[in-house]
């Protein structure tokens, strides 16, 4: 899969510049894009608008490429890999109950996903964006707190200029190696997770997703990220997730139990999330084995 870049569309509010100002940020927005494409080989773009109306100021990038065929086609070219559908407030709207993010008391979509999904804004280069990082409030669903909302500041990944882009060195060298499809997934398990096993139904409920499909994206890097998790654990310590793992509140445990492996009903109390939605992937640490077992990848369970 390409790596994911998230334009960031306050960047694009109430910039104070003439047509010639806002053809020039264009143009350095459409030189960014082209570089991280080429250093990352490969980026789905996620934006609030279709690429060619995208616009600072009032001028758009299909008035600025008008005149040069090759321009526009390298810009649908950009737009048509995201596996979005370009639809940042769609993506937004799926996770509501989940995902909450503040700039400034304002809500921020694509600095929101680019924290959410682990990719890259990128913001057009005027001022506050002028910056390689952006912090901004989160604020989770704690189902250990009885579902209250909990704040926290995180920064995230931003790019407006070259400089910033090669600031991100260690980002675009991440392997982003995975399988292609639920049937990649589960044939070569052994291969992408060998300290992850799969009980109950989970076989079925990967069988079903769909590849190439958001949810099947960020369901192969949440399993990524468990099995470099239990790569480095000494089996003693703490579990470092390295991505949101939380225990489910006592109160629905009842909701957590799973016939296991060996054929026994078991609970399964912690879980990691996934978007678009309230995804859910509940699982129990296996000490004797060094690894985890997952009993359930869907939606949230409800009572």
Not at 64 to 76: F, G, L, N, Q
Not at 139 to 146: D, F, I, Q
Not at 224 to 233: K, P, S
Request: glycine fraction near 6%; charge should be neutral; aromatic fraction near 8%.
């Amino acid at each position: 899969m390409p790596k994911q870049v998230f334009l960031n569309e306050l960047s694009f509010e109430d910039v104070p510049v003439d047509e010639q100002q806002g053809r020039k940020l264009l143009g350095k927005l459409f030189g960014l894009l082209r570089k991280i494409d080429s250093k990352a080989n490969g980026i789905a773009i996620v934006s609030h608008e279709k690429l060619m109306q995208l616009q600072i100021g009032d001028c758009s990038f299909g008035a600025w490429a008008r005149s040069d065929r090759d321009r526009i086609r390298r810009i649908k070219l950009l737009q048509n890999r995201s596996p979005f559908s370009h639809d940042l407030e769609r993506m937004m709207a799926e996770a509501r109950s989940e995902l909450k993010y503040k700039y400034d008391s304002q809500p921020a979509c694509g600095l929101a996903l680019a924290d959410w999904y682990e990719g890259l804004a990128v913001s057009v280069d005027v001022d506050p964006w002028k910056k390689k990082c952006i912090a901004l409030l989160r604020y989770l669903l704690s189902e250990a707190s009885n579902g209250e909302l909990v704040e926290e500041l995180v920064h995230v990944r931003n790019a407006s200029s070259d400089a910033h882009v090669d600031a991100h060195a260690e980002w675009f060298s991440l392997a982003d190696d995975g399988p292609t499809t639920p049937d990649e997934m589960l044939r070569l398990r052994t291969r992408w997770y060998p300290n992850i096993r799969f009980a109950g139904e989970v076989k079925e409920q990967i069988r079903q997703l769909l590849a190439g499909s958001p949810h099947f994206y960020q369901i192969a890097k949440r399993l990524a990220a468990l099995q470099r998790a239990l790569e480095v654990w000494n089996n003693s310590g703490v579990l470092e997730w390295g991505i949101k793992v939380t225990p489910e509140n006592e109160g629905r445990h009842d909701l957590c139990k799973f016939r296991d492996i060996d054929g026994e009903v078991r609970l399964f109390e912690w879980h990691a999330r996934y978007t678009p939605g309230a995804g859910r992937i509940h699982f129990r640490i296996d000490q004797m084995r060094k690894g985890i077992v997952i009993a359930y990848i869907g939606t949230k369970l409800e009572k």
